[in-house]
């Protein structure tokens, strides 16, 4: 009997249903997301653990690696799940110094979508995110032009949904003047909190909110609030952390990375958690 989706469904159109839970590859890469990963058979076995858990959702991008972990997906995964839906980005390329460099031009956008959809061994890919430059904090430079770019590969074919990363909810509006937006990826997490207000307007629009480093980033979250919430429910920080954006948002969906197949677990985990009234109180503090 197959496992059920790891803590609901979030439906977004009628063939793009994502569970709430996913998982984000990016920590398959090598360090500093730059070349193989450091085990490929771990890599590979938690990959296909988050399938037996019931993840439906997985976050990429070729320019992981680059090109690296994508090649690991399709080791580990094809030919894919039909309810599997893998959701990728474009707008940055990586160098030989391994640096992180914006990329949007239109020669540039186009290579890269073919790129995903070669190192996949997809003919259509589900979603592709628009990577803006912005990381922390957005700015709301113009994101119509490599936007269009997306959306006249959407109109042939090549790809079925279309979203954004790092922007502000001026660029969202900016971006649906030119095509559906199913998805806005953004930082967004117990401690950093500015995006308040987009994730309230996703709601409304029924549009996937998905934080990226939902943990705190490269430096985990740390707090003696969160801390004593886990403890108080006999359950981990990074647990209960999840489960508080699970609550947050009924259109947050959550894409935590982890090269450990215990630490997946632990993360899948947290769907199960119900966090209680003053517990969220407690939590929703921190941001303030």
């Not at 690296?68 to 399709?74: F, G, L, S």
């Not at 429910?233 to 699970?246: N, P, R, Y």
Request: one cysteine or more; proline letters at 7%; glycine letters at 8%.
């Amino acid at each position: 009997m197959p496992t059920p989706p790891a803590g609901g469904t979030l439906t977004l159109a009628d063939d793009l249903s994502l569970s709430r839970m996913g998982y984000g590859a990016m920590q398959l890469g090598g360090p500093g997301v730059f070349g193989p990963p450091r085990d490929r058979e771990q890599a590979i076995a938690v990959l296909r653990e988050a399938i037996e858990l019931g993840v439906t959702h997985i976050d990429t991008s070729d320019y992981y690696g680059p090109a690296t972990v994508n090649e690991v997906i399709k080791e580990a995964l094809h030919p894919y799940p039909d309810d599997l839906h893998i959701v990728t980005k474009v707008g940055a390329r990586r160098p030989p110094d391994a640096s992180w460099v914006p990329s949007h031009s239109r020669e540039d956008l186009i290579s890269a979508v073919h790129e995903n959809l070669q190192h996949l061994g997809l003919d259509v890919l589900d979603v592709v995110n628009l990577r803006t430059a912005a990381i922390g904090t957005p700015t709301d430079d113009a994101l119509a032009e490599p936007f269009s770019v997306l959306a006249e590969l959407q109109q042939q074919g090549l790809i079925r949904h279309l979203g954004i990363s790092g922007v502000t909810s001026a660029q969202l509006t900016d971006a649906q003047s030119i095509a559906p937006v199913v998805t806005v990826q953004n930082l967004y997490n117990l401690a950093n909190r500015q995006d308040d207000e987009l994730v309230e307007r996703c709601a409304r629009e029924g549009i996937a909110f998905a934080p990226f480093f939902p943990l705190g980033g490269f430096a985990p979250l740390q707090s003696e609030v969160l801390d004593g919430v886990a403890a108080r429910l006999e359950s981990s920080a990074q647990q209960v952390a999840l489960a508080w954006l699970l609550q947050r948002s009924p259109t947050i969906v959550l894409i935590p990375g982890t090269s450990s197949v215990a630490h997946l677990r632990e993360n899948v985990a947290a769907v199960s958690l119900e966090l209680p009234a003053d517990a969220i109180e407690q939590l929703d503090a921190i941001g303030d």
